[in-house]
């Protein structure tokens, strides 16, 4: 591996568990196969530490691929102590679903209206 990266998601540990979902995130299925998407990758922990199995957050069954976005819309949730991975994962996808719906609404209606209405730059021509 590249010097610098161990000890990353991206380089180290993380390694494993990229390749297992395809370098795919399981909450909105964002591609990471190309450079610049594969840099937005990160690891999420489906037991957060604060959850009772918090303690197996190091185990790679703990360990799954997902954008920057999903992990940061998921980062602060709580879940009841006797929820198993597959219910986590269920609640973790409803809520990147929900936020990516407010985000969408809020992009649709503040910027692409303003790029869509943006002047193209003129050509310069082209000399013969």
Known sequence: MANGLNGTSLGGYGREIYKRY?????YCGFDGRVFDN??????????PR???RGADRKSKENMVV???ACNSITSRMEF????TREDILREKRAKVAERRKVFYD????????????????KLRKQAT
């Open 22 to 26: 395809h370098y795919t995130c399981v």
């Open 66 to 68: 997902a954008c920057r």
């Open 106 to 121: 809020q992009w649709s209606s503040d910027v692409a209206p303003s790029y869509l209405e943006r002047p193209l730059p």
């Open 38 to 47: 594969w840099m937005q990758l990160s690891i999420d922990h489906i037991f």
């Open 50 to 52: 604060n959850h009772p």
């Open 80 to 83: 009841p102590k006797n929820a």
